[in-house]
Every structure is written in C-alpha cells, then in structure tokens.
C-alpha cells in the first residue's frame, strides 16, 4: 500500500481543488499525478498562459506571411528567372536556325534525291493528267457526234436516228480510240 504524507493548503484552494479532482479522477492523488504530469510534458510551468492573444495573433501571421513571401522572391530571382532567361535564348537561337535556306538546283538533281515512292506518286500524278485530258477529249467527240444526228420519223415501221457524216471521220475516230 502507497504511503500517504500530508500537505497543508488553504481552505479556499483545498475546496476547489475537491470539486475539480471529482470531475477528473476517482482519487486526489491520480488528480495530482495527472497535473504534475501535463506540466512535464508540455515543458510549461503553471504561470504561464495557454490562451493566445488575439490582438497579437494578426501580428504574428503578417510576420510569417512576410518571411513566406521573401522565401518566394528569393526562389523567383535566383531560380525562376534564369531558368526563364536560359528557355528564352534557346528559343531565340531556333527562330534563328528556322530560316529556310534555298539552293539553286538543277531537275536533275531533284529527280536524284527524290525517293521511290516520290517518283511513283509523280508517275502516276501524270497518268492521272493524261487520262483526264483524253476523257475531256472523248466527251467532246461525243458531244459534237451527237450533235450530227438527226431524228428520222418512219410513217410505216419504227422512227431511228441517223449519222450524218463521212465514213473518213468514222475512220479516224476508230484509229484513235482503238
């Protein structure tokens, strides 16, 4: 059994210390313990105040947010703005190196560079050109052979359409398509 020792208090001070110590803990003592424990731990002394000053507590985060914001200058010049300058000059060098250079070359040095598929696309592009210009062709023979027929109406029998041109233009015609 723990050994008990008597302290004299006032009898002011021991009647609140009952009302506080029922509210606590079962025991005196643990009230106490507990006490003496949160001092300790929290490195204070019972003089000192726990509640904060509200009229200084503005003080104290302007002088905070005043040392935030020198730290962010100080990132600003000695970080930001030579990583600016740095990304700058490189990009004024490519603007630089950007202008197109133009070489005088002759078709047959550009017929030597170019790649199979170039010449194939050129081929082909060509082809395409000269079908198209013998179709447009072709359209207007038709056309201007339409142009010759005339419509015969038959009394007796069925009506028909007759050609009316000499058999050397038929000829040439045939020679060309054929």
């Known amino acids: 059994m723990d050994d008990f020792n008597t302290i004299r208090l006032k009898k002011k001070t021991i009647d609140k210390f009952k009302k506080y110590s029922k509210k606590i803990s079962p025991s005196y003592s643990e009230t106490l313990d507990f006490m003496i424990a949160f001092f300790q731990d929290n490195n204070i002394s019972p003089y000192d105040t726990l509640r904060v000053n509200f009229s200084s507590l503005p003080n104290i985060l302007n002088k905070r947010m005043d040392a935030v914001v020198s730290i962010l200058r100080k990132i600003e010049e000695t970080q930001l703005k030579p990583t600016k300058k740095m990304l700058e000059s490189l990009f ?9 250079m133009y070489i005088d070359r002759t078709q047959e040095e550009i017929e030597a560079s170019k790649t199979e598929t ?3 696309l050129d081929y082909y592009s060509v082809e395409y050109d000269k079908s198209r210009e013998e179709l447009h062709e072709i359209k207007n023979e038709f056309s201007n052979l339409l142009n010759e027929l005339s419509y ?5 029998g069925r009506s028909y359409y007759r050609l009316d041109i000499p058999k050397e233009k038929i000829e040439d015609m045939k020679s060309r398509l054929f």
């Open 92 to 100: 004024e060098e490519m603007e630089e190196k950007e202008e197109p």
């Open 118 to 120: 170039e010449k194939l």
């Open 152 to 156: 015969i109406k038959n009394t007796f």
